[in-house]
């Protein structure tokens, strides 16, 4: 298994803090993506990083910010918690440097609540 | 509007049987096609990937078909186990701009 750990696993927080979902990887890849996975929607693209403080949007990026200061770190942050971003949120990493995203690794996904 | 649809509905069979999920699109034009794995609670793992170019591949008991005519990709497994029971997803990727766009998935259940 690609070595993609993400942190924390389940979070219930209240509307309005801020929250941070952090990202690690061991396999050294370039790109790193955070998604979003909810019923009635396929996963969405919230920000994706190309390398060390590179970062462009996503399809569904309001609400979100993103940092990546170094290689194997990819950070989500939802300055101030909705309800809406109640959601199954997953890392991704992908090396393929060609015309193609190539192949995709997963991590176990992290599971926020926002009462 | 664009879209990608895949089968709604559980798909049920035997074991044994050779399972087909579809993968429909409209008003795109991908160039890669992929499809993944995703078993309750885990992450999707990556099975296959199709180009444009591309009318079939296989991988063990896995085979994938894309047609650009119909807007369609097909996957296969045959001789299915009740160990391929999950969600499949498909994504599609357009041309060079790193942002697939998923389908909703299609629940498989093999049956012993």
């Known amino acids: 298994d690609a070595g993609i750990t993400q942190s924390p696993r389940h979070k219930v927080t209240e509307t309005g803090t801020p929250v941070t979902l952090r990202c690690h990887q061991t396999?050294?890849?370039?790109?790193m993506y955070w998604y979003r996975q909810d019923p009635g929607h396929g996963l969405r693209l919230i920000h994706y990083?190309?390398?060390?403080?590179?970062?462009d949007k996503g399809e569904v990026s309001d609400g979100y910010s993103v940092s990546r200061s170094k290689t194997e770190d990819f950070l989500l942050t939802l300055e101030s918690a909705t309800s809406s971003q109640t959601s199954v949120y997953f890392c991704?990493?992908?090396?393929?440097?060609?015309?193609?995203?190539?192949?995709?690794?997963f991590g176990e996904g992290s599971r926020l609540t926002v009462l | 509007s664009q879209k990608i649809e895949q089968n709604s509905e559980a798909l049920n069979i035997q074991e044994g049987k050779t399972a087909t999920l579809t993968c429909n699109y409209t008003?795109?034009?991908?160039?890669?096609l992929q499809w993944y794995r995703q078993d309750p609670g885990r992450g999707p793992v990556f099975l296959l990937l199709?180009?444009?170019n591309e009318k079939e591949k296989r991988k063990e008991r896995l085979k994938v078909t894309f047609d650009t005519t119909l807007k369609q990709s097909l996957f296969h497994i045959t001789a299915s186990q009740p160990a391929d029971s999950a969600t499949y997803l498909c994504?599609?990727?357009?041309?060079?701009?790193?942002?697939?766009?998923w389908g909703l998935g299609t629940s498989l259940a093999v049956n012993p």
């Open positions: 994504a599609l990727e357009l041309d060079n701009n790193r942002k697939l766009i």
């Open positions: 008003n795109y034009s991908p160039a890669y």
């Open positions: 199709i180009r444009e």
């Open positions: 396999e050294n890849h370039r790109y």
């Open positions: 990083s190309y390398g060390v403080k590179d970062t």
């Open positions: 991704a990493i992908s090396e393929n440097s060609g015309m193609s995203t190539g192949e995709l690794f």
